[in-house]
């Protein structure tokens, strides 16, 4: 007999305004960041939340039509971020002191933090955290709001000459009188370890040219792919969203593992018909559950990187985080899917470590 089912999921943007315009000035990510961005709250009086038939079929999910794609039975791997992180950070451990007993380096990660904002000061007490589980030291230097760009530079340039220092972050954002452009440029490329130095990023664009440090969200991405043994070669994907720091390295990277991509932005018309056509679909837009199950192929693997607080009365935070894409009609009609959170979340910190031993590595030559 059959069942009927409601899905949780919010309209997209294209199909009505089911999102609030109310805003929070940050929100915890749950690799323990509170990044400052506006965030758009959606509402609970969802106007299409949907009922569906449980008894529909998989090929009538496929159709197109969103009711159709949430009917069939979940069929789709979880790709557990979570424990994949946990597994790389163990890994990441056992390497730093394989090194410390070969060579006595432990690697070094310094962080500037300018100002007292409440989100930037969580931000880096999790990053001690996590790099004090696997073994990295952290230092850290705390200037006041009205510091000047020069005690900034001061700063970068003495972490720059410091040999214990093997990674630098300079934690965002930075005061409004600061020039973010000048200070980011100014960390060696050696120790650009966010991976967002212009020539990392350039160098990543190129063929036959290597970056010394790739982006940590989209490095997590791959990570998850290969991870799940993933075939990337000669697929078709799909990155939702093009921001320097998510959608284009995302796209860069697919592309330097032979997948034929495709960039859908919000200038995209009937993104849904290109997101259809991937196998491989990353998702980093910031708006949630924008991704119906009508936007996957049947099969695809889906990332989701999006991160979206949405009011919850029942949640004593008064919210919940979901992602970019409808999760309950992913995992009907994709083959994989990254929950959030526990997805791409916890790589992101991983990420960040990885690439502070991989520099330490490089720096001393150790193999
Ligand atoms: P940005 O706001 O910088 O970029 C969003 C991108 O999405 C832009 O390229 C924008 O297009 C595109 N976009 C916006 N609306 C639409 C739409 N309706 N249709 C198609 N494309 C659209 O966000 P970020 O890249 O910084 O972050 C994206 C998401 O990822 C957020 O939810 C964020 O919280 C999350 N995030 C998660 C991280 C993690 O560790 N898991 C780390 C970083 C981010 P256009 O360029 O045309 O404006």
Redesign the pocket.
Known sequence: MASTLFTDCWC???SSSATANRFVPF?K???G?L?S?H?RFATTTNPCRLRIDASASAAAAASGSPSAAVAAETTAKIIDGKSIAKQIKDEIAAEISRMKDAIGVVPGLAVVLVGDRKDSATYVRNKKKSCELVGINSYEVHLPEDSTEQEVLKYISGFNDDPAVHGILVQLPLPAHMNEQNILNAVHIEKDVDGFHPVNIGRLAMRGREPLFVP??PK?CIELLHRYGVDIKGKRAVV?????????PAALLLQREDATVSV?????KN?EDIAREADIMI?????PN?VRGNWIKPGAVVID????PVEDTNSPRGYRLV??VCYEEACKIASAVTP?PG???P???AMLLSNTLASAKRMHNFK
């Open positions: 997209s943007s294209s929100h990510f749950e690799d960041l990044r961005r965030i940590c969200t997590g939702i969203g093009r921001s320097n720091i998510v959608g284009m859908v932005h919000s200038r995209t993104p998702s980093a837009v910031g708006q924008m990187v999006g991160i979206n992602g970019d959030v997805g791409v979340g790589m992101t910190i």
